[in-house]
């Protein structure tokens, strides 16, 4: 189409189904990707995870964040991240698999809840250290999703976390989403007020290099799930330079 006719008028409403029409494809490609989600292994040391380059997005949050039912809305399979509250599994990184079989493209790393008052002292100090180092250390991080309960907002163990992370997301080493999780409780009212303190948070660790994401998300409404699938999908397939 010539330029010269692009502007108000009939292109511009044409143009917004064509725009809605690709992301419909952008998440329902990307919907597919997470579904083929498949345990790999659990570590619950850093020297005990994969040494080789596939890369990694973290999934974050306090206990009762709701962190275990996105991942198991996002891959579409009821049980795969309550592997992760399985005796013995609580406090270690579950890593699950994604992409084909044979050739797997990225993993998810499922990182223990944080802020359970049941964890002994001792083991939460050494929990906390592992978790951190992860965060920090980790060369296969590409991003992190960080599930905040909507009606909670980020607390001061949510702030400590970003903390171990904001130099990586400061300079755009590793991607932040910040889920606003049980959405469905919220009025839309509650909803805005709850993006708007979010949104406040996060802005120290804002900069130019950053790509740092907010959102609604409901597991039982499936709020945001095309969306959230799409952008993880992108984080770790790039799409090629044009
Ligand atoms: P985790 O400890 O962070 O893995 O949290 P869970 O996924 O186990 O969820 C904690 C509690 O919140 C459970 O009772 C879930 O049923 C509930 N929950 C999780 N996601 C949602 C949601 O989207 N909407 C509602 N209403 N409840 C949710």
Do not use: C
């Amino acid at each position: 189409m010539s330029p010269t006719v692009a502007g108000p008028g009939p292109e511009t409403t044409a143009a917004a189904p064509a725009a809605a029409d690709a992301a419909g494809a952008a998440a329902r490609e990307a919907l597919a990707w997470a579904h083929g989600a498949r345990f790999q292994t659990t570590a619950s040391r850093l020297d005990q995870l994969p040494a080789d380059e596939l890369p990694e997005i973290a999934f974050v949050g306090r206990s009762n964040a709701g962190k275990s039912s996105a991942i198991n809305a996002l891959v579409q399979q009821r049980r795969l991240a309550f592997a992760s509250k399985t005796p013995g599994r609580t406090q270690h990184i579950n890593l699950f698999a994604l992409g084909p079989r044979e050739q797997p493209d990225a993993r998810w790393a499922d990182l223990p809840g944080y802020g359970y008052a049941a964890v002994e002292r001792a083991a939460k100090l050494r929990w906390q250290q592992v978790m951190a180092d992860y965060l920090q250390q980790r060369p296969q991080l590409r991003g992190i999703v960080l599930l905040v309960d909507s009606r909670l907002g980020l607390t001061e163990l949510d702030r400590r976390l970003l903390d171990f992370v904001a130099e990586r997301v400061h300079t755009g080493q590793v991607r932040l989403l910040v889920l606003l999780t049980k959405a469905d409780k919220l009025s839309r009212r509650d909803a805005e007020a709850a993006l708007a303190a979010a949104s406040a948070a996060l802005g120290e660790l804002a900069g130019e290099a950053a790509d740092i994401g907010l959102a609604l998300f409901s597991a039982t409404a499936r709020t945001g799930l095309g969306d959230v699938a799409a952008t993880l999908h992108g984080w770790v397939h790039p799409a090629p330079p044009a």
